[in-house]
């Protein structure tokens, strides 16, 4: 792609989002009963489109409001998740609360093992991945918009997928320092 094809694309993404930011911030506002929160969100949805390869999309409008939609709905569940561990964290009968560092320390382990398998894969594997599980696409709309068939996207996710279970299904050593050789 040309400097200028991609001046372009940039030129249309910052146009369209422009355009429909005021019905991104409407629409996540409902969502989070927050119209601040709302704007944040918006805003590092921005950063996100920004920042990384362009994606080729036929309807961008539709996809920011759907983007922007399942933004909303993440942050909501992550509220959740953060109000539900701030509970177990505070409760002391809990048995598992006693866990809770370790369980934290696992859980980013893993993170991190799935991020660096997510790193590893084909740039069309990993955005594949991304449009479906960060935001929401169908695999027929991956399809269409990359212009591949629906069968080699599923094929893609299931590489994507079998790579990341398999990045968590060896347990960490303890020991292993990050940047230390394996066996």
């Known amino acids: 792609m040309s400097d200028s094809e991609a001046g372009g694309g940039r030129a249309r993404f910052l146009q369209v989002f422009l355009a429909q930011r005021a019905r991104m911030e409407a629409l996540v506002s409902r969502r989070v009963g927050c119209r601040a ?11 996100r489109f920004w920042r990384r390869p ?36 505070h409760d002391p009968d809990e048995p598992q609360g006693a866990q809770a560092p370790e369980q934290a320390l696992e859980v980013d382990h893993d993170l991190q093992r799935i991020e660096t398998a997510l790193r590893a894969l084909p740039e069309r594997t990993r955005q594949i991945f991304l449009l479906n599980r960060i935001h929401g696409c169908t695999y027929g709309e991956i399809a269409k918009a990359m212009q591949l068939s629906q069968s080699a996207v599923e094929k893609h996710m299931m590489r994507a997928l079998e790579a990341c279970k398999a990045s968590v299904a060896e347990p960490a050593s303890p020991l292993r320092r990050p940047g230390s050789a394996r066996r």
């Open 37 to 47: 929160t709302a704007s944040d969100l918006v805003q590092d949805l921005f950063l």
């Open 54 to 89: 362009e994606v080729k999309v036929e309807a961008l409008d539709t996809y920011l409001l759907r983007s922007a939609s399942n933004l909303a709905i993440d942050y909501l569940r992550s509220e959740g998740s953060r109000d539900r561990a701030a509970e177990g964290l």
